[in-house]
């Protein structure tokens, strides 16, 4: 499947700031099963530079470099994405639970996405006890693991409500927990937490997904958002696999990999910081297209 993806954002300063520095993770980090091509980042009014790199995970950075006064800034994302390979099934003969926790403190590999950086806890992700008893025995060591994490991903969807608003992208996941409500992002946290106290490696994934209007109905433009989910390392065979605990399902080619992480701190779309006294406000508006329909403007 081939889509066209675009993200605006727009940042509006109640006051002129005079010197700003933003880190960028908008342009898809290489991952297997999909490519990306023809992607450019447009800045108005201009930055005085522009530096793009690779980051210590999956995950490219651009980062904005602003020494003139602004009032506003809008920083929009343009790229064709191609979404391939079957839809993954839990198999008879997948590994357990303890034997990919074994494998995954054998394996040698430090590239970015080796298991290695995502057994551990990180600042947003901290091994929650209430967690740990939370899931009782949903992951004892003997299941086999694709079956007993979309098992958890489905629990997630069933006992976390779906409440935009109720959370933030600063509130702890041990917060979003007790609440039993939030957004992708603090499903994704509590499946991480869950899946690393039992020693597999779990990472948080930032990317797109596309929506399907209700039958009948024309989809509307900018109105998608960016999602979260998990992926998790189920073996040097099984390698790894997306799991999305907002919808209770293995990822598809309806999911869009962007970047990959310790926790959403890794893999923000937006971060940095601005010199000046003035009230910030920001909007954002994504539009993930498949590539047969006809092309249309974001709202200005």
């Known amino acids: 499947m081939i889509y066209h993806v ?58 904005l470099m602003i020494d003139n006064p602004i009032r506003q800034l809008i920083i929009e994302s343009r790229f064709r994405i191609g979404v391939q390979g079957g839809a993954i099934v839990p198999q008879a003969d997948d590994p357990t639970i303890e034997a990919v926790a074994q494998a995954a403190l054998t394996d040698r590999d430090m590239r970015p996405a080796a298991p290695a950086h995502y057994l551990y806890a990180s600042a947003r992700t901290p091994m929650l006890a209430e967690i740990g008893a939370w899931m009782g025995a949903d992951l004892a060591p003997g299941r086999p693991i694709i079956d007993a994490a979309l098992a958890l991903a489905r629990r997630i969807q069933s006992e976390f409500a779906y409440q935009p608003g109720t959370t933030d992208a600063g509130t702890p996941v041990a917060d979003a927990f007790a609440a039993r409500h939030g957004v992708c992002q603090d499903f994704a946290h509590v499946m991480v937490v869950a899946l690393r106290l039992v020693g597999l490696p779990a990472a948080y994934v930032s990317g797109y997904l596309r929506t399907m209007p209700p039958p009948g109905m024309a989809r509307l433009v900018g109105a998608d958002a960016m999602h979260a989910w998990v992926m998790l390392w189920c073996g040097p065979t099984r390698g790894w696999v997306g799991f999305d605990p907002t919808n209770g399902c293995i990822t598809g080619e309806g999911h869009l990999f962007v970047a990959m992480g310790r926790d959403y701190a890794d893999v923000a779309p937006m971060d940095g910081l601005f010199v000046g006294a003035a009230g910030q406000s920001l909007s954002v508006m994504v539009d993930v297209a498949p590539e047969e329909e006809p092309a249309v403007s974001l709202p200005a």
């Open 6 to 63: 675009r993200h605006r954002t727009v940042l509006r300063y109640a006051a002129p700031v005079r010197l700003a520095r933003f880190n960028l993770r908008l342009k898809p980090a290489p991952w297997p099963g999909q490519w990306t091509s023809d992607h450019v980042l447009e800045v108005d009014p201009a930055p005085t530079r522009i530096e793009s790199r690779p980051g210590g995970w999956p995950v490219h950075v651009s980062r």
